[in-house]
Nanobody, 123 residues
């Protein structure tokens, strides 16, 4: 059974950094795209970044370009989201998600979801 488990969230001050991890199991890794989404209460989930397991395709939301970096460790089946220069606007619940094929923006295209990890950035 496919499963995603996020970790690495926490509370930081503005300008700080965090690295989120998504440990995956039970996936067809050679055909997977892994996305990081975030969601505020009452808001829709938005794609922050995505990477295909091969690493060929990556995507970043405009709001995080130059600050966040997505990567994968294929030996450990972990996808990372390195977040730097964090601002209070980055405060949200962050979710890892997986789908077959390429990266898509809409969360409805992703079929496997983790439980989420909270990121809180104080000013």
């Amino acid at each position: 059974q496919a499963k995603l488990v996020e970790s690495g969230g926490g509370s930081v001050q503005a300008g700080g950094s965090l690295r989120l991890s998504c440990t995956a199991s039970g996936l067809r890794f050679d055909d997977a795209a892994m996305g990081w989404f975030r969601q505020l209460p009452g808001k829709e989930r938005e794609l922050v970044s995505c990477i295909t397991w091969s690493g060929v395709q990556t995507h970043y939301a405009d709001s995080v370009k130059g600050r966040f970096t997505i990567s994968q460790d294929t030996a450990k089946n972990i996808v990372y989201l390195q977040m730097t220069s964090l601002s209070p606007e980055d405060t949200a619940m962050y979710y890892c998600a997986a789908r077959a094929g390429t990266c898509y923006l809409a969360p409805s295209w992703y079929v496997i979801w983790g439980q989420g990890t909270q990121v809180t950035v104080s000013s």
